[in-house]
């Protein structure tokens, strides 16, 4: 069966089809935004789908043309669903920041998405609507007739548009301007912006000089007094949020191991850089702060580790994810599943203990020789959807935890079961590590500094995952937990105090503080270097 339609029907149905079967997201927000209690109000929604039907039927008029339509609208047709899909689920909106997150997303990751559900909202809203528009004929008129009823659809379009703004012109600015999470949850223009916003950006960044910074890093004076090499530990955690920590007050045991451990310090107010890994993890890293933040910057300069590496100390990042973004491009660096442990590691994917099994000999090494060493370790952390995937059966302490990756299969009790397990899991994961640091005390000075690289949603304000727009980004996606621990020796030797900064660990800090900290830490110096931002300043003895 086919049928023949022409451009202009085509093209109405098409806009139809969009605005009303993949934006129920958008309408939803859209229509709770205005409590619709009265006739006027419910004229204002109505009045809100004619103008965006007449504006996305303006710009599809002018791309109806022969050879350009079809493949046009078939690329629509085979995105659009995935989109709907995300928003619907897990609350998402898109920017630029999800585009890239998207991008640069591992395969295993990308396979947790991946959900029968998903499925039918492919068929449903990409594969159907294909088969129907490929079984039609476009008709187009000769092409003068073709330009005159284009240019009195515009005309009269453009006409439509000009009435309704002059009547609601004020109250649309004000909805939008107020609620910027529209703009990213009308499809398709939301993903299509945002793609071109990435791509505009990745391509500005693309023959990128990387500038060296801190070039006149070097040891400084207290190095002279140090007689014994030190191990400094980075964990950067993924998608733990402060909230659910019980060290934090969370009213569940989530960190039962971490609080039998007196000398940890726990930072109770400690803020992300950004709502996701792509912007936090390079952030974390650069010396620049949140507000001048930009990834062509970040990529566009060199960061901690080169400074570290240049004042002499032995840097390596070991990666338990999706890669360090850039930040440890100059450095040594591996990735564990390029070495599967079987007891660890299951399709492809580790459980975070991977991260700890070369450190005892590591520190057999470094025991013998002069160097310090700092060490990143980059976990998987609290990744979702999957959070079950997580941590091994015998850290299954909430239950009924959520088995799939499908979150609205789960009741919010069984997600927050699955989301704090995953937790238990990196409480577990971050004592052994300092059990291990611990143990070899006497021999090498250790310290370990864990930061996690930004929050998560769980249902609240029915949102999930994370990587909203930092400025409405809810406090459970930025609050995130720090901790830090010493070793009595490497307290000495760096001249810092551990009570002393307990004191202090109630005072906000940010990511913003971890360049500037770890180079006071390490005692480089550097014109980089400002001490107002490092959080040690206070707490070392001169
Ligand atoms: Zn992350």
Sequence with gaps: MSWQLRSERLTALVVLFLLSACNWVF?????????????????????????????FNAI??????????????????????????????????INAEMIQNAAETNHAETRDLLTLKMLSYVVLLGVLPLIALWRTKIEFRPFKQELKVKSLILT????????????????????????RELKYLLTPSNYIQASSTYLRKS???????????????????????????????????????????????????TNPQLKKIPELINFSDFRSCGTDTAVSVP????????????????KSHQGLLDILQRAGLAVNWRDNQSGCKGTCDRVPNEQTSAQPDPALCRDGECWDEILLKKIPQQLAQLAEGKQSAVLVLHMMGSHGPAYFKRYPDQFERFKPACKTNQLDKCSQGEIMNSYDNTLVYTDHVLASLIQLLQGQQDKVDTAMVYVSDHGESIGERGLYLHGSPYVIAP?????????????????????????????????????????????????????EYQSKLDLFASCRQP
């Design 60 to 93: 599809l008029t002018l791309l109806a043309l022969p050879y350009v339509f079809k493949p046009l609208i078939s690329l629509l047709l085979l995105i659009t669903p995935f989109v709907v899909y995300f928003m619907s689920q897990y609350g998402v909106m």
């Design 283 to 298: 952030c974390m890293f650069s010396m620049f702060e949140r507000n001048d933040y930009s990834d062509k910057l970040a």
């Design 156 to 179: 009269g379009s453009l006409l439509l548009l000009g009435v309704i703004a002059a009547g609601f012109y004020k109250d649309f600015a004000s909805v939008f301007r107020n609620h």
């Design 27 to 55: 309408w939803q927000k859209f229509i709770a935004l205005q409590q619709p209690d009265s006739l006027a109000a419910w004229l204002f929604i109505g009045v809100g789908f004619v103008f965006l039907f007449l504006v």
């Design 203 to 253: 391509a500005a960044l693309r023959p990128v000089e990387v500038k060296p910074i801190g070039e006149d890093a070097k040891q400084g004076a207290r190095w002279g007094k140090v007689t014994r090499p030190s191990l400094t530990v980075i964990v950067v955690g993924e998608t733990a949020r402060a909230a659910n920590f019980s060290l934090n007050d969370y009213e569940r045991e």
């Design 475 to 527: 406090d459970y996606q930025t609050h995130i937990p720090a901790l830090m621990w010493f070793s009595p020796q490497y307290q000495q030797s760096r001249g810092i105090s551990a009570s002393c900064l307990k004191q202090k660990a109630a005072q906000p800090y940010s990511h913003d503080n971890l360049f500037h900290s770890m180079l006071g830490l390490l005692d480089v110096s550097t014109k």
